[in-house]
């Protein structure tokens, strides 16, 4: 009986599920970490294209919101000063439930004169 309760076989299976938790938070904050960087480069995208269609006269803001995926058209905001256009997007939230409000990612883009 004692060898047996000495014996270590299931530990791994043990020490697995004690870092799961942690595992899985390693993994929402990377996912995370991508749909910002994500958002980012829609952003910088949609401000460039916006940008060259502005300076050829076309309509900066459809433009920009065809550079856009869809999930981010949904509380974008284009705006044009002069001939510099600023794009800003909503950072979309992993975690469902949790505010937001906050999280843009906001990119400009000039045409070099």
């Known amino acids: 009986m004692r060898a047996r ?4 076989s299931g530990q791994a299976s043990f020490e697995v599920l004690g ?11 990377s996912w995370q970490l991508m749909l910002g960087a994500w958002a980012c480069t829609q952003a910088s995208n949609a401000a460039r294209t916006a940008s060259r269609v502005h ?3 076309g309509d900066e803001r459809k433009a ?13 905001r284009i705006r044009r000063d002069g001939d510099r256009v600023t794009v800003r ?20 883009a000039e045409l070099p004169s």
């Open 19 to 29: 870092m799961l938790p942690f595992l899985l938070l390693v993994a929402l904050a």
């Open 55 to 57: 300076g050829r006269g």
């Open 89 to 108: 997007v909503r950072i979309p939230i992993v975690v469902p439930g949790l505010s937001a409000k906050g999280l843009r990612a906001t990119r400009s």
């Open 5 to 8: 309760l000495r014996d270590e």
């Open 64 to 76: 920009a919101r065809g550079a856009v995926s869809k999930p981010l058209r949904e509380g974008m």
